[in-house]
């Protein structure tokens, strides 16, 4: 007996992003991802989208964690990631920078490592990360209203700090290259807004765009896909986002991007995550609503020689309808198998 909806494999899900050629459907990467208050509103009711399949395994851990360092100076940790600030004086970066840990030394590697023996054993597409990177990390640590102002009154210290933190970063993915031997990177930066970038185009590739360039390099020259997620309007930055190695980019966020402008100007140099908009209509629309918007996303991204998987968004929050959550992954397999199936008269989501 079959799975219903059975999952890809390795290879399947790597040839989509490697634009290779299409899967017997779009992968499904964190396509049911949870998000805040979506368990406990409806706890145990979720467990019918069981069925449903996610085609990639992640492993994500935290390689910067300021409340582990044994900093000498403390700060309010309850205070949110949008506002804390845990370096309040560049004075400070040096002693940070020497207590930032070694992968070697970190009980979370172990964990990972312990993880990735099951997902290779399965013939799963794996995924190794952690969220903020050069942008959402630095903001992270000064606060956004002092980094904003950094760019213009301590471009020396935002070097430092970014050239430790990229150092900090390659030692964890060579680790993780050798010991987990992971099939993609995941990250996150959140470069835009609703309408534009948060800073400008000219600040991007001051200050950020080199070390993306750094961390590119190392991935290619590992073979690792480099999946990145940043919310808002990055439409000014994607030839960038291309240059510096970025594979595959998530979430094409809905209303800030022209899907269509994105696909013709950059599909055939970019691999896309495509978030489905859990912002407004899985919330508002209706069944038939979600699923003609999931046709319209594959129908725009999707080509016979791939370059696209399927996300719910940034996650489903509380208050969503669970007959459109429903509605949205029972479209994304039954449709995209339709629609991208290489092997005429295969219908991989037939019960056997």
Not at 85 to 96: N, Q
Not at 185 to 194: E, N, P, R
Not at 245 to 255: D, E, L, N, R, S
Request: proline share 5%; glycine share 6%; with cysteine.
């Amino acid at each position: 007996m079959k799975k219903l909806f059975p999952t890809l494999t390795r290879k399947q899900v790597a040839d989509v992003v490697d634009r290779k050629t299409a899967a017997p459907r779009v992968p499904m990467i964190h396509a049911k991802d949870w998000g805040e208050g979506l368990i406990e509103q409806y706890g145990d009711e979720l467990k019918r989208f069981d069925k449903y399949p996610e085609d990639a395994d992640s492993i994500m851990i935290k390689p910067v964690n300021a409340e582990n360092m044994n900093l000498s100076w403390s700060w309010n940790t309850e205070t949110a990631h949008d506002s804390r600030i845990v370096i309040d004086d560049w004075a400070k970066l040096d002693e940070f920078i020497e207590k930032l840990p070694s992968p070697e030394n970190d009980p979370q590697m172990e964990a990972a490592v312990a993880k990735s023996v099951k997902s290779r054993k399965n013939d799963r597409y794996l995924l190794f990360g952690w969220w903020r990177l050069f942008f959402e990390r630095p903001w992270d640590l000064r606060g956004m209203e002092n980094l904003m102002v950094d760019y213009y009154t301590e471009p020396e210290n935002v070097h430092k700090l970014h050239s430790a933190l990229l150092n900090h970063f390659i030692k964890y993915l060579d680790f993780a290259a050798r010991e987990i031997n992971p099939d993609g990177f995941w990250t996150s930066d959140d470069l835009g807004h609703q309408t534009s970038l948060m800073m400008s185009p000219n600040i991007f590739r001051k200050f950020i765009k080199p070390y993306y360039q750094k961390i590119g390099t190392f991935l290619k020259k590992k073979n690792i896909h480099w999946w990145l997620h940043s919310c808002g309007n990055n439409t000014e930055i994607m030839s960038d986002l291309i240059e510096t190695g970025v594979t595959i980019f998530h979430p094409v966020q809905k209303g800030t991007m022209n899907e269509m402008k994105i696909v013709k100007e950059f599909g055939d140099k970019l691999s896309f995550l495509v978030g489905f908009d859990v912002q407004h209509i899985i919330q508002e629309a209706d069944e038939k609503g979600v699923r003609e918007e999931v046709r319209y996303l594959i129908d725009t991204f999707n080509k016979p020689e791939g370059g696209m998987c399927l996300a719910a968004g940034n996650g489903i929050i509380a208050g969503t309808p669970i007959e459109n959550i429903e509605a949205f992954l029972n479209e994304a397999v039954i449709y995209s198998g339709t629609k991208t199936c290489p092997v005429k008269g295969q219908n991989m989501n037939s019960q056997s």
